[in-house]
Structures are given as structure tokens and as C-alpha cells.
């Protein structure tokens, strides 16, 4: 029985001022959170399902108003029980952008998913009281590539000198990331986190915000772990949104070509997170639908190092262990 389900089903007419409703499923994530759409009255509403003890909502709603007072389009808080862990919010609708994008729309559609970026890089860090994307973290986030996918997923144990190589790009990219100009980051900001509703993008899943890199959103993005575009049009269109957060934040001393190299290394430091996350997925929550997006993910990883002479010893190392074939191996094997 889904007793979490059950107290939602209890908790609702109160809420909704009727017990005349359906509830069906709206999506979960790479958490303990699920959502729930709600159909009552001749209109629908989503319902956060965060366990206590598991999810603490309270960074959702502060977040959510933050955003909001910025222009950016979120759900409305409609409801709350913070006790038993259920959020009613308002529905922005069950197409996302990785659902809508098409060639001939996407020009569209990431225009507007940029101009809400800029929106949430124009808030005040100093006033928006969320806590810092750090070394710690950066570090913490990169090691789990080697627990979780170098180990775990393909089995590879590292020499004490592979161990120190990865540690050394390791480095590198957390020092490229602090560099780089402090703003308000999503965290998430990807096609499964932006809806594509009528006027302007919705966005949702930024309860993990932090001050951070300024490229981190964007390539999140532009070199998104579910969708794939050419790499001439990603670069364009990540210059196109350098030029407007120039002129939005009167800041000099930047050039094109220091965004892009931040925007190359801020990429793999998070894809290199983001397959082992991935891989952590299927082996300690029992989630392997992520599985199947490790290739496209791994693709971004080895373009990286192909473009920066930085990361020669680093691609060389990849090609050492021979993952892409372990990977192709492991797909064979799964099929």
C-alpha cells in the first residue's frame, strides 16, 4: 500500500474545499520527491509529495519567491502542509521543453529559456541568502564520477597513478569554476526543468540553488545531458547570452574566448558529475531509466578534452581504461 499516497488523498479535501477529485501521476525525480497532478473543479493543480525526514520543502518555497520577485515563471504556492511534507502548486502544464523542441522551434524556445536565465543571474547574491557552489562541493560532486561510474558501474579500480591524474583535471576544473563570476544558480537548468507554456518558459526543480559559476546554468543548458545540439550553434548561442549578460551586469575584462573556455570546463566538470550521479542512480536508489543517457553524456566529456590542450593527459587517460568500449560492452549486454 502507498500509505504517502494515502495521506495526500486524506489531506486534500480540506484543501481543496471539495473531495471531488482525481489524482493521477505528474513525474518524480533523481530524489525522494514526487508530484502528483490534481483534477478538481474544471482545473488541475501539481501536489509535491517531500517525505519527512527524506525532503525539506522549505528551500522549494523560499526559492520559489526569490524567483518569482525576479520574473521568473514559477509555480504558485497554493497549499502547504510542511508537517506531513505536501506542497499544492500551481499546474504549468506536462509538456517540457525536451518534449517541444524541435529544429525549427528551438531558436525560440532557447531565446526565452536565456532571457529567464538572465533574469535569475540579475539577482543580488548578496541578498539571496542561498549557500555557495564551493571547492568542497565542485570537489565532492567530481568524485562521483570515480566512486560511482569508474567503480561501481564499470568495475575499473584506479592504479595510485591513474588516482592521481584524475585528481590533477580534478583540479584544474574546480579552479576554472571559481574563477569564473559569482551569480544565483538553477543548479538543474535543463530541458526536463523548463515547460514550454504559452508566454514565457516555466521553470521548476530549483529547491538546489546555490551561488555559483556564471556558465554552470548556461551549459547545463545548451549541453544538455537529454538532448544533443550541433557544437558550432551550442557556441553561438552561449555567445549570444555572454553579450547580453555583459551588457545586463556592465561588467569588462571578459573575453569571448575566456567565456568559452569557462563554458567548455564548467561542462565537463558537470557531466563528469552527471554520469556518475547516473550511475549512483541505478546501483543505490534502483533507478536505471538515467542509464541509458550516460553515452550522450560521456560524448560531451571526450569533446571537451579534444578542444583544450589542458586536458590531453586527461583524454589520454579515458582512452587508457577504454570506456566508451566498456560502455558499448555493458549496453550489449543489457540489451
Not at 500500500?1 to 525525480?29: H, K, N, T
Not at 502548486?89 to 506536462?94: A, H, I, K, R, V
Not at 583535471?169 to 571559481?178: K, R
Amino acid at each position: 500500500m502507498d500509505y504517502r499516497l494515502q495521506q495526500l488523498i486524506e489531506w486534500l479535501p480540506a484543501v481543496l474545499g471539495s473531495g471531488e477529485f482525481e489524482v493521477s501521476p505528474a513525474s518524480a525525480d533523481a530524489s525522494f520527491r514526487r508530484y502528483f497532478r490534481v483534477a478538481y473543479a474544471g482545473q488541475t493543480a501539481i501536489v509535491m509529495d517531500a517525505p519527512p525526514g527524506k525532503e525539506n520543502p522549505l528551500p522549494f518555497i523560499r526559492i520559489a519567491e526569490l524567483l518569482a520577485r525576479a520574473g521568473v515563471h514559477t509555480p504558485q504556492i497554493l497549499a502547504q502542509d510542511l508537517t506531513q511534507g505536501f506542497l499544492v502548486l500551481s499546474d504549468l502544464g506536462d509538456e517540457s521543453y525536451l518534449q517541444a523542441l524541435t529544429h525549427d522551434d528551438a531558436a525560440g524556445l532557447y531565446a526565452d529559456a536565456m532571457q529567464a536565465l538572465l533574469k535569475i543571474q540579475s539577482i543580488p547574491i548578496d541578498t539571496a541568502s542561498l549557500p555557495p557552489y564551493g571547492a568542497g562541493l565542485l570537489w565532492q560532486e567530481l568524485t562521483l564520477f570515480r566512486d560511482w561510474f569508474l567503480n561501481t558501474h564499470l568495475g575499473i579500480d584506479l592504479t595510485p597513478a591513474q588516482e592521481q591524474r584524475l585528481e590533477a583535471v580534478f583540479q584544474l576544473l574546480v579552479e576554472s569554476a571559481l574563477q569564473q563570476p559569482k551569480v544565483v544558480v538553477h543548479r538543474d537548468y535543463h530541458s526536463r526543468n523548463l515547460m514550454a507554456c504559452a508566454d514565457r518558459p516555466g521553470v521548476i526543480d530549483f529547491q538546489d540553488a546555490v551561488i555559483g559559476p556564471l556558465t554552470y546554468d548556461l551549459v547545463s543548458l545548451l549541453r544538455d545531458a537529454y538532448i544533443r545540439w550541433p557544437q558550432q550553434q551550442v557556441e553561438q548561442w552561449a555567445l549570444e547570452y555572454f553579450g547580453r549578460w555583459l551588457r545586463q551586469s556592465a561588467r569588462r575584462g571578459i573575453s569571448p574566448q575566456t567565456f568559452l573556455a569557462w563554458f567548455d570546463l564548467m561542462g565537463l566538470q558537470r557531466h563528469l558529475k552527471v554520469v556518475g550521479i547516473f550511475s549512483r542512480l541505478n546501483y543505490r536508489d534502483h533507478k536505471d531509466g538515467y542509464l541509458k543517457d550516460i553515452p550522450l553524456t560521456f560524448d560531451y566529456v571526450l569533446e571537451a578534452c579534444q578542444r583544450h590542450r589542458e586536458l590531453d593527459d586527461f583524454y589520454q587517460l579515458l582512452q587508457e581504461l577504454d570506456i566508451r568500449q566498456r560502455l558499448i560492452d555493458k549496453a550489449s549486454r543489457a540489451a
